[in-house]
Nanobody, 123 residues
Framework: QVHLVESGGGLVQAGGSLRLSCAAS????????MGWFRQAPGKEREFVAS????????FFADSVKGRFTISRDKGENTMYLQMNSLKPEDTAVYYC????????????????WGQGTQVTVSS
């Protein structure tokens, strides 16, 4: 079992930036991938970004490609999501996820989940 705690959410104006963090503890030795999902009011939870823990290969949803970057610090067991050029449509609760069965996290995957952190982008 991997325990995940997100931090770094908040309120920013359109065009601004935020850096989200996800700290992992517990059985982190088994982690193959970590990533981020988000859920806006009235919408389904959607994939944002994923990173293979070992190689660092990253994947992004088209909606955030070129604006967001994902990274991880293996020594600190921490993952980050750097969000730049934020848009009002980025407003959502952002969830951290970790997978021990796939090198890419997915909404239907066998993930551990964080509690979520609110990101609000004003227009």
């Amino acid at each position: 079992q991997v325990h995940l705690v997100e931090s770094g959410g908040g309120l920013v104006q359109a065009g601004g930036s935020l850096r989200l963090s996800c700290a992992a503890s517990g059985r982190t030795f088994s982690t193959l991938a970590m990533g981020w999902f988000r859920q806006a009011p009235g919408k389904e939870r959607e994939f944002v970004a994923s990173i293979a823990w070992s190689s660092g290969h990253a994947f992004f949803a088209d909606s955030v490609k070129g604006r967001f970057t994902i990274s991880r610090d293996k020594g600190e067991n921490t993952m980050y999501l750097q969000m730049n050029s934020l848009k009002p449509e980025d407003t959502a609760v952002y969830y951290c996820a970790a997978s021990s069965t796939s090198v890419v996290v997915s909404t239907s995957g066998n993930n551990s989940w964080g509690q979520g952190t609110q990101v609000t982008v004003s227009s």
